[in-house]
Structures are given as C-alpha cells and as structure tokens.
C-alpha cells in the first residue's frame, strides 16, 4: 500500500527524544517517587532486569549502568528464560521488569509467575497506564509522555533506560550523575541535526547487502538496538558483536558491501579503535559514534557522529542510539518501506490465549 509520507510518526518520535527525557525526568522528580523507589526496594541481591524484543536490548543496557552505578550485581535476560528455565536464575533478587506497552504476553506471565511464586517486591516500568503488568506488579514507573504511535520502539527505550539510569544514581547517591542525566536532554538537542545529516549522506551514498554493530560495556546495548531498528524499519540483514570479539572469526564477513558501525566506549577508545583500523584495512565501509573522535580514528571512519556531551559515560548510552535509530529509519524510507509499520510486526506482542 503506498504511504505518501512514511515514517511520519517514526522520524517525529526520534527528534522528540530529548524533550520527552526532560518531561518524563521532570515528573519523576516532582514525584519523589525514585527516592521512594531507592529506599524500598531490595538490597544485597542481584538486580535482574527482565524484557521482550527492544525491552531486553533496554534491559542490558540498564543492568550494565546499574552494576557501574552502583557496585551490584545486575543482568538482563529475556522474559522467555524466566518461562522456560526459571532454575537458572535466583529467587533472592530484584526483579524490574520492562515492557512499553505494559501488555507483552510473555512479560505478562513473568509477572503471574513471580507474584504466584511469593518473590517481591516486583518493579515495573512502562509507558502504558491501567496494564495487566501495573496490576501485577508490586510498584511501577509510568512514562506516559514516552509512548509513542509508531510500531518500532525509540523513544519509549532511551526514556525508560534514562529513568532506570536515574534510579541508580539515586540508590548509589550519585549525585553528579544524577545532575549530568537532567542536563543531557539539553546538550543532546544540539547532535541531532548533525546525526541526521551524516546519516542521510550515508544512506543516500550507497546500499550495503549486511549492517554490523559493534560495542563493548553498555555501548554493546546500544548496539543491539541499533541492530534491531535497520531490522525492523528497513528489512535489512544486520547482526550484532562485542567489538573485539569481532576480530575472532566475524570479520570473515568484511567486505566493501558490509557497514561497519563502531560504538566507540571512552574506557575501552584505544583497544576498540585498534578494530575499526583492523576493518577498515580489510575494506570495510565504517561509521563511527563516539562522544570524542581523535584524527587517527577519524582516517578509519567513513562517516562519523561525534556526540561532543558532557556528561560521565554512562549517561550517554541513550544519546548514542540515536544514530542507530535514523539509520534505521532512512534505510527504511530509501528501501520503500513505512517505519511507521514495518513489516510482519504490531506494536505489541499478544500471544494469542496468554
């Protein structure tokens, strides 16, 4: 069916990413309810952070910041290994549970089966009100001003991820973290003219037959995501890898028709960058986001964002997805594809008698 202008809700919700971070940490702040959160829920257990699809790419991506933030044990793991191998994580543990729309079938029954099990307190996260996962929960943040009309999450994720963020920094009393993720929104407006730029001049240059995403630490979640959004907006073959994992093997698959996108981590910029000189040699095509990019990276990279933020590391996994999305969404367009709706997926996943 021909949309006269596709992905008009998709491209919308993508620039409207640090104005929505600025409402939702708003309302939480005026609330109060992260210092509740930060006082009641459990402590000197493993945090396990639970969801579906993006969610989970979320969930990584908040384990990985809790763990830096606080010094605590945190995982992800997909709501399907709670369902089918419940033995292999802990009953003793925190679980926070994600899910945008509140109505994902299998986070759903994570929820029936933790509260059947006695575990709590339970924490949830949504964008969604009046949810079967609000009804199960022991206590849930509500982004509402993160939802979003499209199919694909954008963003729901970096909004959510912010407010988890912000929950660490709370519960660690982190405070120059905590001050650094309210002023991100502001210093993050400033990349997304740039980003567009670059990445339409990326897209429009060439087509490529394979996208690979690389990161390290909480740039590997990013990476994930960034994966998923040119899986789903564009149809296009895209795979995902630890960035000096790839040089074990995958670079078998370099060649002038594979994109190579590097997540560039501050703590890891020499190791990762050593890489991308590696893949570039190789012939790779190569785009590059990294909050600092040095001369030596830059004659490796084809195409580079360069975030420029203030902010400590761990606040910038949200701002540096970004890229990813408009990758996603551009390759999509050119393709003739609708992000708005991708296709073979809705907007929630509702097993049929779940």
Known sequence: MFTPNPGTHTIAEILSEPQTWRKCLAELDASGQL??????????????????????????????????????????VPASELLLFPGTLPQAAQYVLISRSGHTSEVIQVATQLKG???APVLAITCGSETPLEKLATVTIMLHPADEKSTVMTRSFTSMLLSLQALAAE????????????????EAEAILQPAQKTIRSLVNSRSFADYVFLGQGPFFAAAQESMLKVKEMSCSYAQCFHTLEFRHGPKAIV???????????????????????????????????????????????DYAVELGLAVPETARV??????????????????GFDPDSPRNLSRVVMLEGK
């Open 35 to 76: 210092k509740r959160l930060s006082s009641d829920l459990q402590r000197n257990v493993e945090w396990i952070f639970v969801g579906c699809g993006s969610s989970f790419y979320l969930a990584q991506a908040a384990a990985a910041s809790w763990s830096l933030t606080t010094n605590d044990p945190a995982r992800a």
């Open 117 to 119: 099990s006695g575990v």
């Open 171 to 186: 519960r660690a009393g982190n405070r120059s973290l905590a001050e650094a993720l309210r002023t991100l929104p502001a």
């Open 255 to 301: 060649s002038a028709e594979t994109l190579l996108t590097f997540f560039l981590s501050e703590s890891g910029y020499e190791e990762e960058a050593a890489v991308l000189h590696e893949m570039k040699e190789l012939g790779a095509i190569t785009l590059v986001v990294a909050n600092s990019i040095t001369s030596e990276v830059r004659k490796s990279a």
């Open 318 to 335: 949200a701002a540096s997805v970004i890229p990813g999305q408009l990758l996603g969404f551009f390759t999509g367009v050119r393709k």
